[in-house]
């Protein structure tokens, strides 16, 4: 059973960084496709970024430019740099493990950016 726990999150001003971590157990790392996902208040959990096995990437438009998604697989760790942060940035992030027969889901953690 695969387990992720996420880290990382906290307040920050306009302007700020964070370094999210999500580290997985229980799994075959290097063989999943890793991804951020984040849910404010009142809305739909949405896609921020994806890295594949083979390390390739993929952002939101809302993202692109700011955020970076990385691996580490002898880690186990996948990673979320968020850089020039905004206050619509504000949400729970999750981090998605995905085999070709399912996802999972770390617990989040929670991003404000608010002054």
């Known amino acids: 059973q695969v387990q992720l726990v996420e880290s990382g999150g906290g307040l920050v001003q306009p302007g700020g960084s964070l370094r999210l971590s999500c580290l997985a157990s229980g799994g075959i790392f290097r063989a999943a496709q890793m991804g951020w996902h984040r849910q404010a208040p009142g809305a739909q959990r949405e896609l921020v970024a994806t890295i594949t096995t083979g390390g390739s990437t993929n952002y939101a438009d809302s993202v692109k430019g700011r955020f970076t998604i990385s691996r580490d697989n002898a880690k186990n760790t996948v990673y979320l740099q968020m850089n020039s942060l905004k206050p619509e940035d504000t949400a729970v992030y999750y981090c998605?493990?995905?085999?070709?027969?399912?996802?999972?889901w770390g617990q989040g953690t929670q991003v404000t950016v608010s002054s």
């Open positions: 998605r493990y995905s085999t070709a027969t399912r996802n999972y």
